[in-house]
């Protein structure tokens, strides 16, 4: 069972990136996927969660309305589409699965998740 966040990179504050999360040995569609970051000396913060079928999705008040996370099972990948990215969203971003039945805003913390993929590392530069 592994999970495996991609799309980071460098980017000038304004720009956007995708960050893809994929999955194998598993599928992913019995599993609500969560995108975390980390940003050095700060400590794990949920970002935007999505339920198993795609039909609910929840995010923190620090991304609301820059980025949209979506899924698409029968590619066995989540996808967090980041827009308007600035200098403070410099992070490792990490995706995580989770197969409890809990509600989608609960979600958005990082004890619900089973599963963690090794992050990717997103700087902006001002």
């Known amino acids: 069972v592994q999970l495996q966040a991609s799309g980071g990179g460098l980017v000038q504050a304004g720009g956007l990136l995708r960050l893809s999360c994929a999955a194998s040995?598993?599928?992913?569609?019995?599993?609500?996927i969560g995108w975390f970051r980390q940003a050095p000396g700060k400590g794990r913060e949920g970002l935007s969660c999505?339920?198993?079928?795609?039909?609910?999705?929840y995010y923190a008040d620090s991304v609301k309305g820059r980025f949209t996370i979506s899924r698409d099972n029968d590619k066995n990948t989540v996808h967090l589409q980041m827009n308007s990215l600035q200098p403070e969203d410099t992070a490792v971003y990490y995706c995580?699965?989770?197969?409890?039945?809990?509600?989608?805003?609960?979600?958005?913390?990082?004890?619900?998740?089973?599963?963690w993929g090794q992050g990717t590392l997103v700087t902006v530069s001002s």
């Open positions: 995580a699965a989770g197969d409890r039945a809990a509600s989608i805003a609960t979600m958005i913390w990082d004890y619900e998740y089973d599963y």
């Open positions: 999505i339920s198993s079928g795609g039909g609910s999705t």
């Open positions: 040995g598993f599928t992913l569609d019995h599993y609500a």
